[in-house]
């Protein structure tokens, strides 16, 4: 079926509109003519191409970094040059890179990157399974400052949106994610500002017997992925990790309102030594 100028006419419920003439209507890149399906430029550019580089351009967001967490199994064939190199032009592209020996069977080796631009963390993710890491499990989200944090210094604030990772001195390692619960007789969001702020600045203090001891980002991940936040924690030793985590859920905001997800814990080291650790002295 054409329209009055004999151009096609989606089809119902496409959720395009077209003009009397025959156009999209609001694109600017059709100018004249009709529109026709599979023609160049019918449809708006999703992303833009920095015009001196040719790369796409960054997407991230306005304030903060992009956070991936990756928790890779070994694939049978493991470039170890081409896993060292996809994390040095991760770096050199201005992103951090935490390296993880994992413990356990859920994966072997755990990849934290950082950075200002998603299109970066994706090129990581995509060198690192062409050398031969198998992502098993993952997690996307953005470094923040909580909605409760209001009157904290600025010098705190840049700590949590732009963190030096990792502390020095804290090889033990541990992720999670978690969300407030929904429950009918416990529904975080149906709590107002007020009394919400009151519980978080409770459970900040139990964190706070920890400063020194473990260092924490809270990452926010509402729309990006499964749970609400990602926590992730470095220690000295894994039973600071322990102690912290189970002082924390007797506080009412944990004990009344937290759902956990999964757990990956594992020590921090140089991709090298990683690699080497995990590969075995056979280096596969």
């Avoid at 963390?121 to 198998?134: M, P």
């Amino acid at each position: 079926m054409g329209n009055a100028t004999g151009g096609p006419v989606p089809p119902s419920g496409s959720g395009l509109f077209v003009s009397a003439e025959g156009h999209l209507d609001g694109c600017p890149s059709v100018a004249s003519g009709p529109l026709v399906p599979g023609r160049p430029g019918c449809f708006p550019t999703l992303r833009g191409v920095d015009p001196d580089t040719h790369e796409p351009e960054p997407v991230g967001p306005a304030v903060g970094l992009g956070v991936l967490h990756l928790f890779c199994r070994l694939g049978p064939e493991v470039d170890r040059e081409a896993v060292l190199a996809a994390e040095d032009e991760a770096r050199q592209r201005g992103a951090q890179v935490v390296a993880v020996a994992l413990l356990g069977h859920k994966a072997e080796i755990g990849l934290m990157a950082l950075g200002p631009d998603l299109w970066q963390l994706r090129d990581l993710q995509t060198s690192v399974r062409r050398a031969g890491l198998d992502p098993v499990g993952s997690y996307v989200s953005l470094t923040e400052v909580s909605e409760y944090a209001a009157g904290v210094p600025e010098d705190l604030k840049n700590a949590r949106l732009y963190p030096a990772l990792p502390p020095a001195g804290k090889p033990a390692f541990c992720f999670y994610p978690m969300s407030k619960r929904r429950a009918p007789d416990h529904n975080w969001y149906s709590l107002d500002f007020d009394e919400r702020k009151a519980l978080m600045f409770g459970h900040g203090k139990v964190g706070r017997t920890f400063a020194g001891r473990v260092l924490q980002l809270i990452t926010g991940s509402t729309g990006l992925d499964d749970w609400e936040w990602g926590v992730t924690l470095f220690a000295a030793r894994p039973d600071d990790l322990k102690e912290c985590v189970y002082q924390m859920r007797f506080d009412e905001a944990s004990a009344r309102f937290a759902e956990f997800g999964p757990f990956y814990t594992g020590l921090v080291g140089e991709l090298g030594e990683v690699l080497d650790r995990v590969l075995g002295a056979a280096g596969r």
